[in-house]
């Protein structure tokens, strides 16, 4: 167990979006129903959220929405399989899979979404470049985005950028 993160969580909802271009997207969610959506968007390429990634909100407060980004994790077709083609796998491509999830969870109001918890480090992961281009495909949101790429071995850091979310 890492100290300072809420306790473990099991998601309530979980599923398979068809993005296009062949693309299907994991998705699932935990923490509150009706809690106020957090988006957890995780480094890569290729890793996929974890059950670490959950425990940075407060499941009481949040809704909780994690997902495998395209080519990734749990996520089909996987870019580590030789056949996969990466021509449908861009940054662009990532952030209009965010919107269609954010639509697809019926997230209807982009101020709706008032975190975004990117892990990853700050200089070798495509999380960072993510989360920017979601800001910038979002001006009208109010997003916190909250780097946690270092914070998992460091407790009250955990606790600040939690805190920050709120």
């Not at 959506?37 to 009481?60: E, Y």
């Not at 030789?82 to 982009?110: F, K, P, W, Y």
């Not at 992961?125 to 946690?148: K, N, Q, Y």
């Given at each position: 167990?890492?100290?300072g ?5 099991e ?10 271009e062949?693309n299907?997207?994991?998705?699932e969610?935990?923490?509150s129903?009706?809690?106020?959506p ?9 890793s996929?959220?974890t059950?670490?990634?959950r425990?940075?909100?407060d ?18 077709p ?8 990466l ?5 662009a491509?990532?952030?209009?899979d ?6 697809h969870l019926?997230?209807h109001?982009l101020?709706d979404?008032p975190?975004?918890l ?13 989360a920017?281009?979601l800001a910038d495909a ?8 909250v780097d946690?790429g270092?914070l998992a071995?460091?407790p009250a850091?955990?606790?600040a950028?939690?805190d920050?979310?709120n």
């Amino acid at each position: 167990m890492v100290a300072g993160l809420f306790p473990e969580i099991e998601p309530f909802e979980v599923g398979h979006l068809d993005v296009g271009e062949g693309n299907s997207v994991y998705w699932e969610i935990c923490g509150s129903p009706d809690g106020k959506p957090a988006l957890v968007v995780h480094g890569g390429p290729g890793s996929g959220c974890t059950p670490t990634h959950r425990r940075f909100f407060d499941p009481s407060s949040y809704r909780i929405v994690l997902f495998d980004q395209r080519g990734s994790g749990r996520s089909t077709p996987h870019a580590g399989d030789i056949d996969t083609s990466l021509e449908h796998n861009t940054t662009a491509h990532l952030v209009r899979d965010m919107e269609a999830l954010r639509s697809h969870l019926g997230i209807h109001q982009l101020h709706d979404i008032p975190a975004v918890l990117i892990h990853g480090q700050l200089d070798h992961s495509t999380a960072i470049t993510t989360a920017r281009e979601l800001a910038d495909a979002w001006p009208d949101s109010e997003l916190v985005v909250v780097d946690a790429g270092h914070l998992a071995n460091e407790p009250a850091m955990v606790e600040a950028a939690v805190d920050a979310t709120n």
